[in-house]
């Protein structure tokens, strides 16, 4: 389409300019940013401390024609910068990015809603583990990973999967069972009005304020209004804990509004609902 004499687009990448978010402090390129081809269906935001680290994840994922780069970060504020500015579907983030990783994660998606996160480090005990996932992890990986089970991992999270093994969603489940039992109490049955309900299954469905005044006709403001009086009748503090009393207390059971049906179905749930802040 394109006449003889028509320039070849280089393939070099420019470097980064001053005061851009993948620019480090010294001035050094620390995080190259690429154009996204047309036929690129995931697009990937590489978070490492270590520069051959993202260096060798960037080779692997350039033999993969469905998954491309699309920025790097060597820190936080980095990281931070490039969710907000660049459209990115996964987040592959080392967690030693941050003295406080889960804490960073729920930071991220303030920023960038709809990124998926995979967080790379060494090991993981248990309440480390089950934190990541409160705080909308969607998947945890070894650095020790093959590099065809690290793109095997990128798809599957890019398309709404959950990647976690075994021994992770054991502990995933004790977590929420527990706090399901916290909730228990022997405080009188409370009596929620219709609209109360409506919305209870609005948020048990991931939905956010704006989709829930949407779906019943009212205003954010008013849901917020009604979400704290939920929160004051039932004894909990916000969407997740909502949640959970939902499922220990059957509360939608029998309304004709769905409820999530056991443990193994709300871990999916309740990652979506804790990603939610409003």
Known sequence: M???GASKPSSKLAPAPPGDPTTASNG????????????ASIRVILADTQAIYRVGTKKIFALEDDIRVVAQAENLGQVLAAAAKFPADVLLFEAAISPNAP????EVLKRA????????SPENDEDTTVEYF?????????????????????RKVAVGETWIDNQSVNWVIEAYRAQAAQLTSPRPKTKLSDKELLIISCVTQGM????????????????????RKVYDKLGVSDRLELA??????????GSGRGQIPDESAAIATANNIAAITE
């Open 113 to 120: 809603s709809n990124l998926k996160v995979i967080v790379l």
């Open 28 to 39: 050094t390129e620390a995080a190259p940013v690429e154009a996204q081809p047309a036929t």
């Open 2 to 4: 394109s006449s003889s």
């Open 103 to 106: 804490e960073a994660i729920s």
């Open 134 to 154: 409160r705080r909308g992890v969607r998947g945890l990986l070894p650095r020790s990973i093959a590099p065809e089970m690290l793109v095997k991992c990128v």
């Open 208 to 227: 956010r304020n704006k989709e829930i005044a949407s779906e019943i006709g009212t205003t954010e403001q008013v849901v917020k209004n009604y979400l």
């Open 244 to 253: 959970l009393y939902c499922i220990h207390h059957r509360l939608l059971q």
